[in-house]
């Protein structure tokens, strides 16, 4: 394999890092909060939608949840109790936000925020305004029985929107800001008519340009969702078995 | 951040799995087929200009399980070098890092669908046989195929039998390269397979499946294999599934006894199928060489093995292999005793 590794590019592949559970029980409060964020980051969405539509909340009530839930998560170091072997980070996680709604009703009590503060921006119009979108179309409405897969597809749609920010931000770093518009036009809008040619004559460049365009940020894309997916989950076994279910090829 | 739809999720997902082959010899043609570990393309070697089929990892890594499953499948089959074994050209790892092989493009047809243009039972026999080939001489090189079903031979156009996904393939012997006692090519296939105590067996393969793991296909998976005692699955678990296999091709299911159109397997035939479909593994044939030559002896016009015939089956056995001889003997006494009425008359 190794002379297969060096003649095929096998180099350029990332390294691992170290995935976000591991440093979520890390002895440095630095390295917890850091971790904290980009699990938050991936789920905020997922967990602020599920609330809205599982728990049958208000803009407002789910907001405050949603904080109040990945707040919890540290200062009751739940994730200490997760073990990858028995489950999947986001089964677990959508217990654990099922588990904290009805706590809080129990307790009847307003959420308090105070100390330990999220730094991760949480724009919760912008999650309103896809809820929004989702609920106009009464297709797209889960019914209570398929609100797992519901969870489970929202993971993906923020999963998948974090790997595109990145490399919108990429692409503007390399300037190569053409190779975004080309893949936003092609892949991300979903207008099934446009077509290779159009998109050249469009941006006046040659036909190979913009396939040469589209297959770099299609690698781009991959590389940097499995990145991401790799730091959010907590074993090697785990990796393979949400990237599996993230791309979709168990059902396919 | 954008807001994705489900349509461009799904287009994202799609682009996500077309490998990426830069840096590879390989010009990506088409996707063939998707199993459970990656999916199979067809890729045109550059540098050889020939047409190759990739087998390609879904997720990149090197260290899990499927990766050296798939590692562990190139290498098995680039030391079973038969023409009845797809041959591996090379293997290596993606610049998306994706773990992936190639092998020879195989055209042809999988033998479930060849199988309907196969009208004669000694055809489907001969097909069987030269499946027995590959299988056996796997065997003798201490590898076990353990899937062994229609979906995974193919039959090219000129007839050739190719055994393909050896992806659940265990290893008995570490040392599988050496060549095989009185190494005659034809002579290999039908050695005695290398049989090693399950407590020896600690190659990468009991590594890879592990004990209690159920690894194979419901029809042609032994019991042992259906159990997931790995500890006594050998050569006598892939018997099974030739004998199911045989089944199949007799009467279109793995476990029927009557053809599609109602007519019984016949004595001779179904009892090869039953001795190698055994519940106990000592009941089946001990190799895929007797096996096989019970198939041949039933070709043959011979007794088989695997039944014990009555004096009328033995007849009408005598009957039909000699049946040109008899019936010549016949005429020539019917015309005796008509040239003998006739002189008397």
Same mark, same amino acid.
């Given at each position: 394999?190794?002379?297969?590794?060096?003649?095929?590019?096998?180099?350029?592949?990332?390294? !691992?890092?170290?995935?976000?559970?591991?440093?979520?029980?890390?002895?440095?409060?630095?390295?917890?909060?850091?971790?904290?964020?980009?699990?938050?980051?991936?789920?905020?969405?997922?967990? +602020?939608?599920?609330?809205?539509?599982?728990?049958?909340?208000?803009?407002?009530?789910?907001?405050?949840?949603?904080?109040?839930?990945?707040?919890?998560?540290?200062?009751?170091? =739940?994730?200490?109790?997760?073990?990858?072997?028995?489950?999947?980070?986001?089964?677990?996680?959508?217990?654990?936000?099922?588990?904290?709604?009805? $706590?809080?009703?129990?307790?009847?009590?307003?959420?308090?925020?105070?100390? $330990?503060?999220?730094?991760?921006?949480?724009?919760?119009?912008?999650?309103?305004?896809? %809820?929004?979108?989702?609920?106009?179309?009464?297709?797209?409405?889960?019914?209570?029985?398929?609100?797992?897969?519901?969870?489970?597809?929202?993971?993906?749609?923020?999963?998948?929107? %974090?790997?595109?920010?990145? %490399?919108?931000?990429?692409?503007?770093?390399?300037?190569?800001?053409?190779?975004?518009?080309?893949?936003?036009?092609?892949? =991300?809008?979903?207008?099934?008519?446009?077509? +290779?040619?159009?998109?050249?004559?469009? +941006?006046?460049?040659?036909?190979?340009?913009?396939? $040469?365009?589209?297959?770099?940020?299609?690698?781009?894309?991959?590389?940097?969702?499995?990145?991401?997916?790799?730091?959010?989950?907590?074993?090697?076994?785990?990796?393979?078995?949400? !990237?599996?279910?993230?791309?979709?090829?168990?059902?396919? | 951040?954008?807001?994705?739809?489900?349509?461009?999720?799904?287009?994202?997902?799609?682009?996500?799995?077309?490998?990426?082959?830069?840096?590879?010899?390989?010009?990506?043609?088409?996707?063939?087929?998707?199993?459970?570990?990656?999916?199979? *393309?067809?890729?045109?070697?550059?540098?050889?200009?020939?047409?190759?089929?990739?087998?390609?990892?879904?997720?990149?890594?090197?260290?899990?399980?499927?990766?050296?499953?798939?590692?562990?499948?190139?290498?098995?089959?680039?030391?079973?070098?038969?023409?009845?074994?797809?041959?591996?050209?090379?293997?290596?790892?993606?610049?998306?890092? @994706?773990?992936?092989?190639?092998?020879?493009?195989?055209?042809?047809?999988?033998?479930?669908?060849? #199988?309907?243009?196969?009208?004669?039972?000694?055809?489907?026999?001969?097909?069987?046989?030269?499946?027995?080939?590959?299988?056996? &001489?796997?065997?003798?090189?201490?590898?076990?195929?353990?899937?062994?079903?229609?979906?995974?031979?193919?039959?090219?156009?000129?007839?050739?039998?190719?055994?393909?996904?050896?992806?659940?393939?265990?290893?008995?012997?570490?040392?599988?390269?050496?060549?095989?006692?009185?190494?005659?090519?034809?002579?290999?296939?039908?050695?005695?397979?290398?049989?090693?105590?399950?407590?020896?067996?600690?190659?990468?393969?009991?590594?890879?499946?592990?004990?209690?793991?159920?690894?194979?296909?419901?029809?042609?998976?032994?019991?042992?294999?259906?159990?997931?005692?790995?500890?006594? #699955?050998?050569?006598?678990?892939?018997?099974?599934?030739?004998?199911?296999?045989?089944?199949?091709?007799?009467?279109?299911?793995?476990?029927?006894?009557?053809?599609?159109?109602?007519?019984?397997?016949?004595?001779?035939?179904?009892?090869?199928?039953?001795?190698?479909?055994?519940?106990?593994?000592?009941?089946?044939?001990?190799?895929?060489?007797?096996?096989?030559?019970?198939?041949? @002896?039933?070709?043959?016009?011979?007794?088989?093995?695997?039944?014990?015939?009555?004096?009328?089956?033995?007849?009408?056995?005598?009957?039909?292999? *000699?049946? &040109?001889?008899?019936?010549?003997?016949?005429?020539?006494?019917?015309?005796?005793?008509?040239?003998?009425?006739?002189?008397?008359?």
């Amino acid at each position: 394999m190794t002379q297969g590794d060096e003649q095929h590019g096998g180099d350029r592949f990332p390294p !691992t890092r170290r995935s976000v559970i591991e440093a979520v029980r890390s002895i440095d409060a630095e390295e917890r909060e850091r971790a904290l964020e980009a699990l938050c980051a991936a789920y905020w969405k997922p967990v +602020y939608k599920y609330i809205r539509l599982r728990w049958n909340r208000p803009a407002d009530a789910a907001q405050d949840l949603t904080q109040g839930f990945f707040m919890e998560l540290l200062e009751r170091e =739940l994730l200490d109790k997760f073990d990858s072997k028995k489950s999947r980070l986001r089964t677990y996680l959508r217990l654990c936000v099922d588990s904290f709604v009805m $706590n809080e009703d129990k307790a009847g009590r307003r959420l308090k925020r105070g100390g $330990n503060v999220l730094h991760v921006a949480l724009d919760f119009s912008s999650a309103e305004e896809e %809820l929004g979108a989702a609920v106009m179309d009464p297709a797209a409405i889960p019914s209570p029985e398929s609100l797992e897969e519901f969870f489970e597809k929202e993971w993906v749609r923020s999963l998948f929107a %974090l790997a595109v920010e990145e %490399l919108r931000e990429l692409c503007a770093a390399k300037e190569r800001e053409r190779t975004f518009l080309l893949f936003e036009a092609y892949d =991300l809008d979903g207008n099934e008519k446009i077509s +290779y040619e159009q998109l050249a004559q469009e +941006y006046g460049i040659p036909l190979t340009d913009v396939t $040469n365009a589209l297959a770099w940020a299609r690698r781009e894309f991959r590389r940097i969702a499995l990145q991401r997916l790799r730091e959010i989950c907590g074993s090697e076994e785990e990796f393979q078995r949400e !990237t599996r279910a993230a791309f979709g090829w168990d059902a396919k | 951040m954008k807001f994705l739809s489900d349509r461009a999720l799904d287009r994202l997902r799609d682009s996500a799995e077309v490998p990426d082959l830069e840096g590879t010899p390989y010009r990506l043609l088409e996707r063939v087929a998707r199993g459970g570990m990656g999916v199979v *393309y067809t890729a045109e070697d550059e540098k050889l200009q020939r047409r190759v089929a990739l087998k390609i990892l879904d997720v990149p890594g090197k260290e899990s399980d499927l990766a050296k499953r798939l590692l562990r499948e190139a290498r098995v089959l680039a030391r079973l070098e038969h023409p009845g074994i797809v041959p591996v050209h090379d293997v290596g790892t993606l610049a998306d890092g @994706r773990v992936f092989y190639a092998m020879k493009f195989v055209e042809g047809q999988r033998l479930d669908q060849y #199988i309907a243009s196969v009208d004669s039972v000694p055809d489907r026999l001969r097909l069987f046989l030269r499946i027995c080939e590959a299988v056996g &001489f796997a065997h003798a090189r201490g590898v076990l195929h353990r899937d062994l079903k229609p979906a995974n031979i193919m039959v090219g156009p000129f007839g050739e039998v190719l055994v393909m996904d050896w992806g659940l393939a265990k290893i008995l012997s570490k040392d599988i390269s050496r060549p095989a006692r009185n190494t005659d090519p034809d002579a290999t296939v039908f050695e005695e397979p290398k049989q090693v105590p399950a407590e020896q067996d600690t190659t990468e393969t009991s590594a890879v499946t592990g004990h209690g793991t159920v690894m194979g296909t419901p029809g042609y998976m032994s019991p042992e294999q259906a159990r997931g005692d790995v500890g006594k #699955i050998d050569a006598r678990s892939d018997i099974f599934s030739l004998g199911a296999l045989l089944r199949f091709l007799l009467t279109g299911k793995p476990e029927e006894t009557s053809a599609p159109d109602g007519t019984r397997v016949e004595r001779s035939l179904a009892a090869i199928c039953a001795k190698a479909t055994a519940a106990g593994p000592a009941r089946r044939y001990p190799n895929v060489q007797e096996l096989a030559l019970d198939v041949s @002896r039933y070709l043959d016009g011979l007794a088989v093995g695997a039944h014990r015939e009555s004096l009328i089956e033995k007849t009408m056995r005598f009957y039909r292999r *000699y049946r &040109f001889f008899i019936l010549l003997i016949a005429a020539y006494l019917v015309m005796r005793v008509l040239i003998l009425l006739f002189i008397h008359r």
